[in-house]
C-alpha cells in the first residue's frame, strides 16, 4: 500500500494526465459514428503495441523492427485456446503475454549474448518476425496460410469477451488494457529497472561499472516489452475475429508498431499515445481529402495511394524537423522559451 | 589495518606488448593510495583489470575475502569496488538528478530512499545546482563530478578513481581534493590514478609508482620522492613536488 | 585476423560444395529429381545473379553512409518503370534503355541523400530508419497514383529465337543439362557480373573511389586532407540508387511491373550485404548466389517450407557468428 501511495506521489504528474486522458476518450463512443469508434478501437490497440515496443526500444535503447513477433504470438494464442481448447480469451490473453515474453528472453538471451546491436539487432529482429511468419504460414496446427477466424456467439459474452454492442465495449476494453499498460510502464518508469534501462541505453560500460548487469536489464525489458505488445496482438484477435500470418507476423506490422511511438517520442510515457492520436488524425485527414478535395484540389479527387504520398512525405519532413517526436519538439519549444 | 584490496602479481599484455607485469598493491582499509608513473606506464590498464573491464592474463586480484579476477564488471560493483572513468562517460540523455540515481539504485530497491541517497550525494559534490541540467549540456569540471556523485552513490567500500584531477582548472581541481578527502573521511577506501603530482602528494597515504608497466615503488610520499630507483628512473624527467 | 576472415571463406565455400555434391548423390538415386535438382541449381545461380545486383548499390550506401537504406527497392521500382515506359511507348530496348535509367536514378539518388538524408546524418538509427521508408512510401504510392496497381509485363521478341555463335547456335529458352535458362535472366547474369566488376573497380581504382572509402573508414581524416564528405556522401548515395536502377532494368523483362515490385527485393538485399560484409562489391556478389542457392534449394529438400525461411535462417546465423560478414573487415 505504501508503495502504491509512494509511485502515486513520485509520479501524480502522469497519473493526473492519464486520468484525464482515460476520462476524455471514454466518453468518445457517445458522440461519434460507429465507424470511427471502430477506427478508434485500432488506434488503441496499436498504441497499446507501441506502449511495448517502447519499453525495450525507447527505454533499454535497443531498436527492434520485429515487434510483429510478439504482437502475432499474443494474437495467436487468444485465437488458438479459444478455437481448439475453449479456454476464455481472459486466460488467452496473459497466456500470449507470457508466451511472448518466453520467446522474447530467447531471442533477447542469444541475440545480446552475441553483441547484436542497433542496425544489426534491428535486422535479427526483422528476421526473426519473418520467420514467424513463415513458420506459422505453413503448420496447420495453426490455421496456416488459411489462418483462423474466432466464431461469432449471439449477445454479450464477457468471458469470450464478445459483445453485441461490438463497438462501444470493444473500445472501452481495449482504453483499458492501454490505461493498465501505461500505469505499469509508468511505474516501472520511476523503478530500479526503469532507471538501469535508461543506463544501459545511454552507455553500458558505465552502466556496468556501476553494478547493472546490460544483459540481465535488457532482457527484462524484452520480456515486458513483449508481453504488453502481445495483449496488444491477443486483443486484435478479439476485435477483428480472423488472423492470418501475413495480417498479424507481417513486416507492415511491426513498422505500424514501431511508427506510433517514434512520431509521438522515443522512450516517453506518452510518445506511443500521441504518436497514435497524430497518425490516425493524419491517415484520416488525408484519406478525406482524397476522397472529397476542396474545390481548388479538386484533382486529387479518387487518386488512389495519394493519401499515402502525403504520408510518407509528412513522415520525411518529420523526422528531419522534429527527429526526437513530436513531444520532444514541444520541450524544445519550452526550454527555448524559458532561457 | 586491515588489507580491503590485494592484488597480488597480475600481467596484462596486448600482443606482443606487456602493459602491466608482475604488479602486487595493497590497499588498506581507510587509505588513499595514489598511482603514478608516465602516460603509457600502464596505471589504467591495471585499474582495467581491477574493476574487471578486461581480464588479467595471470595473478590474483582479492577484494575483502572474494577473488574477483574473473569476475564481471558489474559483479564487481555490487562487491562494493567502483571505479570512474578517465574519459567521462555520463549517461547524455538523462539528467544530473537521474545519472546520480542510476548508482543509487544499486543497493537500494525503493525508489524514495534511492531519491534521499541521490541527493546526498549531490549536496556532497556540489551538483545539487545543476540536478536538473541535461549531462550533456554542463562543462567538463561538472562531468568529473558526476562521475565521483554516480559512483558515491552506490555506496562503494573501494573507489577507483581514474584521473580526476585531469582537465580541472587549479580552482576546480582544489575543490575536487576536498571532495575527495571527504569521501575518505567517510569511511571509504580509494586508490587514485592522478597525473596533477602536487595534488597526489599531500592527498596519498602512500604511493605507488608504475614505469614501463612494472611497479618500481610502494610507500609513504616521502619515502617515495627519495627512492633512487625512482628519482633515476622517473622522477628526475618531469616530476615536480611543488606546483609551478 | 586475415587468417581467420579466410578460413572462414573457405569453410563456407567448402560447405556449399559438399551440399551440392551430398545433394547430386541423393538425386541420382532418383533420377526421376535429377532435372528438378539441376534447375534448382540453375535457378538459385541465376536469381543469385540477380540479388547480388541489387545487394550491390545497397552494400556501398550501407558500408560508407551507415545508413538502412529501405528505399533501396523502391529505387529499383522506379528504375523497373522507366524501362518499362521506354519500351511501351518508344519502343526502347530495355538493355539500351539502362543508358536513361542508370543517369536519371543517380541523379534521383543524390536529390534524396542531398534534402532527406543528409539533415539526418548524426540521428539515431530508428529514425534513418524511418526517413527511408518514409521515402520508400512516398514513392511506391506515387507510382501507384501515375501507373494503377495493375501488374503487366513485356515480351521481348527475341527472348526466344535462335542465335548463330558461329560455333554453336543458342536456342533460347535455353536447356542446361535439362534446366531451362531463359535468356532475359541469363543476360540479367551476364550483365550483374559486368555491373559488379565496374563498380569494383570504380571503388578500388579510381580517385573517386579511394575517397568515398576513406569517407567511409575515417571520416574525420578524409576532411582533414581535403574530401568534403557530405559530397562524397551525396555521390555514393547516387552510384547505390543508380545500381538499384541498373538492377531494375535488367530484371524487368522477366517480372510483372508494379509499384511494389523492387520492395520485395529490399529484405533479400539487406541479407546478401549482411552475408557479405557491408561495402564489400565482391561480397554482395557471393552472398548473392549463397542466398539464391540457399533459397532454392532449402525448398527442395525442406518440403512444405517456404523458399524464404532457409534464407531468415542463414541470415540469423551469419548475424550471430560473422557479424562482419564472408568479406567484411570492419568490426562493430
Redesign the interface.
Known amino acids: 500500500m505504501t ?1 502504491i501511495m ?2 502515486v506521489q ?1 509520479s501524480s504528474r502522469d497519473l493526473y494526465i492519464l486520468v484525464g486522458v482515460v476520462f476524455v476518450l471514454a466518453l468518445l463512443p457517445l458522440g461519434v459514428s460507429p465507424f470511427l469508434l471502430s477506427v478508434g478501437t485500432s488506434v488503441l490497440i496499436f498504441a497499446l503495441a507501441g506502449v511495448g515496443w517502447n519499453v525495450l ?1 525507447g527505454f533499454a535503447g535497443q ?1 527492434s ?1 520485429g515487434h510483429a513477433a510478439y504482437f502475432g504470438l499474443g494474437s495467436y494464442t487468444v485465437a488458438i485456446l479459444l478455437t481448439k481448447y475453449s479456454i476464455s480469451p481472459w486466460i488467452g490473453l496473459i497466456a500470449g503475454g507470457f508466451v511472448a515474453a518466453i520467446f522474447g528472453l530467447l531471442v533477447g538471451w ?2 545480446f549474448r ?7 539487432f ?3 529482429t ?3 518476425a ?2 514467424l511468419r ?2 506459422f ?2 503448420i496447420d496446427y495453426f490455421g496456416a496460410g488459411i489462418g483462423i477466424t474466432i466464431p461469432l456467439v449471439d449477445g454479450d459474452d464477457w468471458a469470450r469477451i464478445q459483445f453485441s454492442d461490438t463497438r462501444a465495449l470493444h473500445y472501452w476494453f481495449a482504453l483499458g488494457l492501454l490505461a493498465v499498460s501505461i500505469v505499469a510502464v509508468i511505474a516501472i518508469k ?3 529497472i526503469g ?2 534501462m ?2 544501459v ?3 553500458e ?10 544483459l540481465r536489464t535488457k532482457l527484462i525489458a524484452i520480456s515486458i516489452s513483449g508481453f504488453i505488445t502481445a495483449l496488444a496482438g491477443g486483443y486484435f484477435t478479439l476485435f477483428f475475429l480472423f488472423i492470418d500470418p501475413d495480417v498479424v507476423f507481417g ?1 507492415l506490422v511491426s ?1 505500424a508498431i ?2 506510433r511511438p ?1 512520431v509521438g517520442g ?2 516517453t510515457i506518452w510518445g506511443p499515445v500521441v504518436g497514435a492520436a497524430i497518425l490516425s488524425l493524419l491517415g484520416e485527414l488525408t484519406r478525406t481529402l482524397v476522397r472529397e478535395p476542396p474545390a481548388f484540389l479538386s484533382f486529387l479527387e479518387g ?4 493519401d ?2 502525403l ?3 509528412i ?2 519532413v518529420m ?2 524537423r522534429a ?1 526526437d517526436g513530436v513531444l520532444g519538439w514541444f520541450r524544445r519549444k519550452r526550454e527555448k522559451g524559458t532561457e | 589495518m586491515t588489507t580491503i584490496l590485494d592484488v597480488q602479481g597480475v600481467s596484462k599484455s596486448f600482443g606482443g606488448l606487456k602493459a602491466v607485469f608482475e604488479v602486487s598493491i595493497d590497499l588498506e582499509d581507510g587509505e588513499i593510495l595514489g598511482i603514478i608513473g608516465p602516460n603509457g606506464a600502464g596505471k589504467t590498464t591495471l585499474f582495467n583489470m581491477i574493476s574487471g573491464a578486461i581480464p588479467a592474463d595471470s595473478g590474483s586480484i582479492t577484494f575483502d575475502t572474494t577473488r574477483i579476477e574473473h569476475m564481471k564488471p558489474h559483479d564487481i560493483a555490487g562487491l562494493g569496488l567502483v571505479r570512474t572513468f578517465q574519459v567521462v562517460k555520463p549517461f547524455a540523455g538523462l539528467t544530473i538528478h537521474e545519472n546520480v540515481l542510476v548508482g543509487a539504485f544499486l543497493r537500494r530497491q525503493d525508489p524514495n530512499e534511492a531519491d534521499e541517497q541521490a541527493h546526498k550525494m549531490m549536496e556532497l559534490t556540489g551538483l545539487t545546482p545543476y540536478a536538473e541540467r541535461s549531462a550533456q549540456d554542463v562543462t567538463l569540471a561538472i562531468r568529473k563530478r558526476l562521475e565521483l556523485a554516480r559512483a558515491l552513490a552506490t555506496d562503494p567500500k573501494v573507489l577507483l578513481l581514474d584521473e580526476v584531477l585531469a582537465g580541472l582548472t587549479p580552482t576546480e581541481g582544489v575543490e575536487m581534493i576536498d571532495v575527495v578527502r571527504s569521501i575518505r573521511d567517510s569511511g571509504v577506501s580509494v586508490l587514485i590514478i592522478e597525473h596533477v603530482m602536487a595534488a597526489i602528494m599531500a592527498l596519498s597515504d602512500r604511493i605507488a609508482v608504475i614505469h614501463h608497466g612494472e611497479l618500481l615503488a610502494i610507500g609513504v610520499p616521502a619515502s617515495i620522492v627519495k627512492d633512487p630507483r625512482v628519482v633515476e628512473a622517473y622522477l628526475g624527467e618531469e616530476f615536480q613536488i611543488a606546483p609551478d | 585476423m586475415q587468417g581467420r576472415s579466410r578460413t572462414f571463406i573457405w569453410a563456407v565455400l567448402a560447405f556449399v560444395v559438399i551440399g551440392v555434391a551430398f545433394a547430386i548423390m541423393q538425386t541420382s538415386w532418383w533420377d526421376s529429381n535429377d532435372t528438378v535438382f539441376i534447375q534448382a541449381v540453375v535457378s538459385g545461380m541465376l536469381i543469385g545473379g540477380v540479388y547480388g545486383l541489387v545487394a550491390m548499390g545497397l552494400s556501398l550506401v550501407f558500408g560508407v553512409l551507415d545508413i538502412i537504406n529501405f528505399a533501396h527497392g523502391a529505387l529499383m521500382t522506379i528504375g523497373i518503370y522507366a524501362s518499362y515506359l521506354l519500351f511501351q511507348n518508344y519502343g526502347i530496348d530495355p538493355y539500351l534503355s539502362l543508358l536513361v535509367t542508370v543517369p536519371l536514378l543517380f541523379v534521383v539518388g543524390m536529390g534524396i541523400q542531398r534534402f532527406a538524408i543528409n539533415p539526418v546524418m548524426t540521428a539515431p538509427v530508428h529514425n534513418q530508419l524511418l526517413l527511408t521508408l518514409g521515402i520508400a512510401i512516398m514513392i511506391e504510392n506515387l507510382l501507384l497514383v501515375f501507373f494503377t496497381g495493375t501488374p503487366r509485363s513485356i515480351e521481348l521478341s527475341y527472348a526466344r529465337g535462335s542465335f548463330d555463335l558461329g560455333f554453336m547456335t543458342l536456342d533460347f529458352p535455353l536447356r542446361v543439362f535439362g534446366a531451362v535458362v531463359s535468356m532475359p535472366k541469363l543476360i540479367a547474369f551476364v550483365m550483374a557480373l559486368v555491373l559488379a566488376l565496374v563498380l569494383y573497380i570504380l571503388i578500388q581504382r579510381t580517385w573517386l573511389g579511394a575517397a568515398i572509402r576513406a569517407s567511409a573508414q575515417q571520416p574525420e581524416g578524409a576532411e582533414l586532407v581535403g574530401i568534403d564528405n557530405r559530397r562524397i556522401y551525396i555521390i555514393t548515395f547516387g552510384i547505390g540508387a543508380a545500381a538499384a536502377g541498373a538492377a531494375g532494368g535488367l530484371v524487368m523483362p522477366f517480372l510483372f511491373v508494379s509499384p511494389t515490385a523492387g520492395a520485395t527485393f529490399t529484405i533479400i538485399a539487406f541479407i546478401v550485404v549482411v552475408l557479405g560484409g557491408m561495402g564489400s562489391i565482391p561480397g554482395a556478389v557471393v552472398g548473392g548466389f549463397i542466398i539464391g542457392l540457399t533459397q532454392e534449394l532449402s525448398q527442395l529438400f525442406v518440403s512444405g517450407s517456404s523458399k524464404l525461411l532457409g534464407v531468415f535462417v542463414v541470415f540469423i546465423l551469419v548475424l550471430l557468428f560473422r557479424p562482419q560478414g564472408l568479406f567484411g573487415a570492419r568490426q562493430r
Open positions: 508503495k509512494t509511485l513520485a526500444s531498436f523492427f542469444v541475440s552475441f553483441g547484436l546491436k542497433g542496425a544489426y534491428a535486422l535479427a526483422f528476421a526473426v519473418e520467420m513463415l513458420t504460414n505453413s520511476r523503478s530500479r532507471s538501469y535508461f543506463a541505453r545511454e552507455d560500460d558505465a552502466a556496468s561499472a556501476l553494478g547493472i548487469d546490460p513486416p513498422v514501431l511508427l517514434i522515443v522512450g487518386a488512389n495511394g495519394l499515402q504520398v504520408f510518407g512525405f513522415l520525411i523526422i528531419i527527429p
